[in-house]
C-alpha cells in the first residue's frame, strides 16, 4: 500500500502497486525495495501531490500494458510468420 500525503490539499490517498512495477518503472523505490519480494506487504507513505502521482502510476500502467502487448506481437511473429523465411 502506498499512501500518498497532499500537504498542498490537505488529502491523503491510498494506493496499491506491485514492488516489482515501482521497481521497474520508479528507479528512485530500487534500493529501499530491493530486498522486498512481491508476497511480502509494503506500507509506504510519500509526501507529494496527489494527483500528479495517480497521473505517474496510470502511465507506468499503460506502459507496462504497452510492454505485454509488444511482447505478444513477438511471439505471434515467432509462431506464424510476418518474417518471410517460415518455411511454410
Not at 497532499?6 to 521497481?23: G, H, I, Q
Not at 511480502?40 to 501531490?49: K, L
Not at 497521473?55 to 505485454?68: G, R, V
Amino acid at each position: 500500500m502506498i499512501h500518498v500525503i497532499d500537504d498542498s490539499k490537505n488529502e491523503k490517498r491510498d494506493f496499491t502497486f506491485s514492488r516489482s512495477l515501482l521497481v521497474k518503472y520508479m528507479k528512485y523505490f530500487d534500493k529501499c525495495l530491493k530486498k522486498i519480494s512481491d508476497q511480502d506487504e509494503i506500507d509506504i507513505s510519500i509526501h507529494c501531490d496527489a494527483v500528479i502521482f495517480e497521473w505517474l502510476l496510470n502511465y507506468i500502467f499503460s506502459m507496462e500494458e504497452y510492454e505485454k502487448k509488444q511482447q505478444g506481437n513477438k511471439v505471434l511473429n515467432g509462431i506464424g510468420g510476418g518474417g518471410g523465411n517460415s518455411g511454410w
